[in-house]
């Protein structure tokens, strides 16, 4: 395979190939302007797996383009139908989301367009600490209780075999709305509704990348259409349900799923909803979060996405919920702000949390599992994504309660389904509880259990793991002169966007530079300059880089050539408008 610039090995060890083993057409320059700019649109499509038949959707992602007709879905109308009866008879409707982002959208889009039809409609978020993930048989049995006609879970109740089942046994119909691994056994319930069930149609089962949030949509659009067959839109507006994408947008992004076929035209039209500003919940997001310019897809996930985590992590998990469900703007401007400081205390948790997980690591297993006592719960999934990104293999950190059961978190690498390991271990006794998908999971262990677990979970995953791991490089789209780093090629890049999980933005290689100045900014990143031998001058970052040796070759490259390889974007600063990399690795020219 040809290398990139010739790098066959860089600082980090990598060698730069091109993405998918797709090299550049004839004539390309970088420059973003005519055939060259196109042939690097289709060049970034093709090396994504794309086909040239979709390419012209791929570029404008339209829900006319991608949206299913969502009666494909099983339980799907037998849900939609539930809901109509609720709603005509005037029943108490209860939305029962994770304490995440991907549940806390998830119950704010159905919560929201419940409301628009005239439902009586309220939520329950679970404390993530005295309650845990999913619904509980006590939860739901004082639900019904407390007058609770119908509950529909968001997010989770895949799993939710004993709750689901006291709720039968005290009368509560429950419509499960979920995205998670299924395993062949399903828990009673009127419906659930899951493109990951195993007896799911190949149609639907092709929509299994869907966050949760982008099965509440569809069966907002289900419902919706039931409603308008029974004449409800009569004497009342029929509610607009892409006025609802802006959410859907926040919830797909920030549970890492892949921003491929549908889910591309839900955040693509959920950010040009979303720079209206009308949600008045995600505006004062935005504000806290400083965003001066219309939002893009990675600021779902960086910026506001952990801010409404927040609340589930380290606050009142029903904070999210609250703020992206209210109308009034001084209600919202609060929340954020309360959301935002809980943001940093989150931030402080972490960092100790990781720092002690990182320390505990040991070198073996295919699956770094680690676990100690006095860690948040509710920072652990991001420790683990911080270990999978140092160790270059999947990681999970379980956090052990006094009575020693751990709670656990799990990020995984493409390639290594930790959902389906999870399952499997689950199957085998050694778990409490568990569940996830692909990228993520949670789970549940018994006192003393973690070292079986972490055997088990080495010897399953083994093979797919050294596959992914097995050749080690860095891919890239496009090889540029340092002049060709400019705001015409930003531009263009973006416009094959929206990127993230699944559809990653393009990588850029460009060189020979020198550099010029590197000093460490902020939470250990590190700022460079970047001269280039075309008299091309460049600013660049790398994140979290100064602590490593990706930092410590930019601190000692004085006077020496180099090559970048990282993400170029469109960069505003005092009116200022310039391109900028972001480097993720370096090799000497």
Known sequence: MAHVLGVAESVLGNAWHWRGGVLPGDGLDGRGSGESGEALLHQLFRARGAQPEDFARLAAPTLRDWLPDPAIFTD??????????????????????????????????????????????????????????????????????????????????????????????????????????????????????????LDEGSEARAHGHLAAVGVAFLLAVALNRQLRARGAFASRPEPKLTELLDIVALGTVADVVPLTGLNRAFVAQGLRVMRRRRNPGITALCDVAGLTRPPVARDLGFALGPRVNAGGRVGRADLGVRLLTTDDPEEAAR?????????????????????????????????????????????????????????????????????????????????????????????????????????????TVAPGGVPALAAFLDSFAASDVARASAVRGLDC?????????????????????????????????????????????????????????????????????????????????????????????????????????????????
């Open 76 to 197: 799907m109308e037998r849900a939609a139908t539930r809901l109509a009866d609720a709603i005509a008879a005037g029943e108490a409707i209860v939305v029962f989301g994770d304490y995440d982002v991907d549940g806390a959208t998830s119950a704010a889009v159905l919560i929201r367009y419940l409301r628009a039809v005239g439902a009586t409609v309220s939520h329950y978020i679970p404390d993530r600490l005295l309650e845990g993930y999913g619904p509980s048989a006590e939860a739901l049995v004082a639900l019904k209780a407390a007058g609770a006609d119908l509950v529909v879970t968001v997010d989770c109740g895949t799993q939710g075999f004993d709750a689901l089942a006291a709720a039968r046994a005290a009368g509560l119909d429950v419509i499960v709305v979920d995205h998670h691994k299924a395993a062949s056994a399903l828990p009673v319930a009127l419906a659930l509704v899951n493109p990951n069930r």
């Open 335 to 443: 929340l954020a702000a309360e959301l935002d400081a809980l943001n940093l205390d989150r931030r402080a948790i972490e960092a100790e949390v990781t720092a002690e997980a990182l320390a505990a690591c040991s070198g073996a297993g295919a699956i770094a599992v680690v676990a100690g006592e006095g860690w948040h719960p509710g920072v652990i999934g991001i420790a683990a994504a911080r270990l999978k990104e140092r160790l270059g293999r999947p990681a999970i950190v379980i956090a052990l309660l006094p009575d020693g059961t751990g709670k656990g978190s799990g990020r995984s690498l493409p390639g290594v389904d930790l959902g389906a390991a999870v399952l499997a271990a689950k199957d085998a006794g050694l778990l409490v509880g568990g569940g996830g998908h692909a990228m993520a999971a949670g789970l």
């Open 477 to 589: 789209d496009a090889a540029v002169a340092p002049r060709g780093v400019c705001i015409a090629l930003a531009e263009l890049l973006e416009s094959a966007g929206p990127y993230g999980q699944g559809w990653s933005q393009p990588r850029v290689a460009a060189g020979p530079f020198r550099v010029v100045e590197a000093r460490i900014v902020g939470e250990a990143h590190v700022r460079v300059i970047l001269s280039g031998d075309d008299g091309a001058r460049l600013k660049a970052i790398a994140w979290r880089a100064a602590d490593g040796p990706l930092g410590a070759a930019l601190a000692g490259a004085a006077g020496r050539r180099l090559h970048v390889a990282g993400r170029v974007n469109r960069n505003e600063w005092q009116g200022q408008v310039s391109a900028e990399i972001e480097i993720d690795d370096i090799a000497w020219a």
